[in-house]
């Protein structure tokens, strides 16, 4: 059971940094930078006119942001099942707000096991994960 979930958060951890390093090209290529050789020309006949996509870098922020925060937090979670640390210990070296975030999307908890676990309001517990989600 540890061994498949180990492999599991492995290869979430490659999909996200695949996925982060997709990202980082596709909109390096839509800005074009110059000097940046993006492949494309203005004599594209593949192209219909009015065809090419809005890029918008509050999306591509937020994408990327939510990529970073994955795999920030596989990191962690591999680490401490690869090395056994006891979830208490661990916990301690988080604030508050990154303990209900690392219990709530890397461990799989409720928010009332949250709740039992942090000894804080499910209240609470619900309004920290819904402006987590916002951002």
Do not use: W
């Not at 942001?65 to 006891?86: M, P």
């Not at 990154?98 to 409720?110: A, Q, S």
């Amino acid at each position: 059971m540890d061994k498949q979930l180990v492999e599991e958060i492995k290869l979430r951890l490659e999909t996200n940094r695949y996925e982060l390093q997709q990202l980082d090209k596709k909109y390096l290529k839509a800005f074009a930078p110059e000097g940046y050789k993006s492949g494309t020309s203005y004599n594209d006949y593949d192209t219909i006119h009015g065809s090419r996509q809005e890029y918008r870098i509050e999306e591509f922020a937020l994408k990327r942001e939510r990529l970073i925060k994955a795999i920030k937090y596989d990191e962690k979670a591999l680490f401490k099942r690869l090395n056994e640390i006891d979830l208490n210990k661990y916990l301690e070296s988080l604030d508050t707000k990154e303990c209900i975030d690392y219990l709530r999307n890397v461990e799989g908890f409720t928010y009332q096991r949250i709740s039992e676990q942090l000894g804080i309001s499910v209240r609470y517990i619900q309004r920290v994960c819904k402006k987590l989600k916002k951002s």
